[in-house]
T-cell receptor
Framework: KAGVTQTPRYLIKTRGQQVTLSCSPISGHRSVSWYQQTPGQGLQFLFEYFSETQRNKGNFPGRFSGRQFSNSRSEMNVSTLELGDSALYLC??????????????FGPGTRLTVL | AQSVSQHNHHVILSEAASLELGCNYSYGGTVNLFWYVQYPGQHLQLLLK??????LVKGIKGFEAEFIKSKFSFNLRKPSVQWSDTAEYFC????????????FGAGTTVTVRA
């Protein structure tokens, strides 16, 4: 079974631009979560989608948004990029059907650099 | 809100030494607990998990962890480390409420010297 895939793997943008990251979950997984990983803040939860609905959201500004499609693939968008948005963005998928189905499998991440 | 605390930022060991990484969490209810590992240049992988039952759980690569509910702890152990265990280790907690957020600790970098 293929793992979680994320595209692109690396991205360089400038301040003020916007960016869209993509995540394809493991086949059969309906939940997709996004995390931001930085050396200073560690892994911070962004949001989680299940069946095209956002189920939970972390403490990030509205510039960070996401969506999920009917095939469970998810995208994350960051608008008006700031230098501090430079990070590794991780996507994780899980079955998600119930509170017990929450073992998450992580993708390799997208490394975003904002200049 | 739940939070996770990992006691050590960086641990340096020699091969064959024993490893113990501390993890404490704050959450009043039932929890699911996880340890993830991130090897250099690789993505996060699940080492082990605790959902219920025996509080001593065994994971991959000889790792085990013990859930002590009274201490809100889930410490990771390995009796004898290898150079290949050099990695960053993350403890994660999910409170069993209507909240699908997985909260991570800050991570512990483990360096094993040959």
């Amino acid at each position: 079974k293929a793992g979680v895939t994320q595209t692109p793997r690396y991205l360089i943008k400038t301040r003020g631009q916007q960016v869209t990251l993509s995540c394809s979950p493991i086949s059969g997984h309906r939940s997709v979560s996004w995390y931001q990983q930085t050396p200073g803040q560690g892994l911070q939860f962004l949001f989680e989608y299940f069946s095209e609905t956002q189920r939970n959201k972390g403490n990030f500004p509205g510039r960070f948004s996401g969506r999920q499609f009917s095939n469970s693939r998810s995208e994350m968008n960051v608008s008006t990029l700031e230098l501090g948005d430079s990070a590794l963005y991780l996507c994780a998928s899980s079955l998600g059907a119930g509170l017990g189905d929450n073992e998450q499998f992580f993708g390799p991440g997208t490394r975003l650099t904002v200049l | 809100a739940q939070s996770v605390s990992q006691h050590n930022h960086h641990v340096i060991l020699s091969e064959a030494a024993s490893l113990e990484l501390g993890c404490n969490y704050s959450y009043g209810g039932t929890v699911n607990l996880f340890w993830y590992v991130q090897y250099p240049g690789q993505h996060l992988q699940l080492l082990l998990k605790y959902f219920s039952g025996d509080p001593l759980v065994k994971g991959i690569k000889g790792f085990e962890a013990e859930f002590i509910k009274s201490k809100f702890s889930f410490n990771l152990r390995k009796p004898s480390v290898q150079w290949s265990d050099t990695a960053e280790y993350f403890c994660a907690v999910k409170g069993m409420s209507n909240d699908y957020k997985l909260s991570f600790g800050a991570g512990t970098t483990v360096t094993v010297r040959a």
